[in-house]
């Protein structure tokens, strides 16, 4: 029988997979807390290209705008019955609510523009250089983002070393695989 000294499971590995399954790999900013702060820290280097949405809910990106011939058969439209293929801007951030390194893509032009005036600052540049604080007001078409930057520091040391045994290759995200999942052989 579990007892307080010795649980079914110990509370490292609670804490572990409820990291795990609660949310996943990806930071999705139209899902995040409403009205709650979410720090990130950027790491190594970002990516930029085409998503689509497939009606199975799978996204298909690509590193170049698709022309409708290029589009897979079961692409998602718009209200408008045309596909919808947005631009987007990925990278690898440090989570600091979860404590563990995660994907963030940005499809929102408001994100985006914000992000980009900070790395065309001379007092911020690089956004590998400090954390970025997202927040999320209202919903569907209603749905107001936030991005600010907070005062330039190096990330603390136990996250760069644990960035430095982390494998993650964002490219695999063109090809529909796991960027996290360590090629074998």
């Known amino acids: 029988m579990p007892t307080a000294a010795a649980p079914w499971l110990a509370p490292e590995t609670v804490e572990e997979v409820s990291k795990e399954t609660s ?17 990130y ?3 190594g280097t970002g990516i ?21 011939a290029d589009l897979p058969g079961n692409v998602k439209f718009d209200e408008s019955g045309n596909p919808s293929v947005k631009r987007f801007i990925t990278g690898l951030v440090y989570d600091y609510q979860a404590e563990d390194f995660k994907i963030l893509q940005l499809t929102q032009k ?16 690089d956004p590998c250089g400090y954390d970025i604080k997202l927040t999320r007001k209202g919903s569907g078409l209603k749905t107001e983002y936030t991005l600010a930057p907070a005062p330039p520091k190096a ?3 136990a996250v760069v070393a644990e960035y430095d045994e982390l494998y993650c290759n964002l490219e695999l995200l063109f090809d529909g695989k796991d960027p996290f999942e360590k090629p074998q052989g």
């Open 41 to 43: 820290r950027f790491f």
């Open 155 to 157: 990330p603390a040391a």
């Open 48 to 68: 930029t290209g085409y998503e689509v949405w497939t009606v199975d809910n799978k996204p298909v990106r690509f590193r170049d705008k698709p022309g409708d």
């Open 23 to 39: 949310s996943g790999r990806y930071v999705n900013p139209s899902k995040l807390d409403e009205g709650k702060e979410h720090r």
């Open 110 to 125: 408001g994100l985006m523009n914000t992000l980009f005036k900070y790395i065309q600052d001379t007092d911020y540049g």
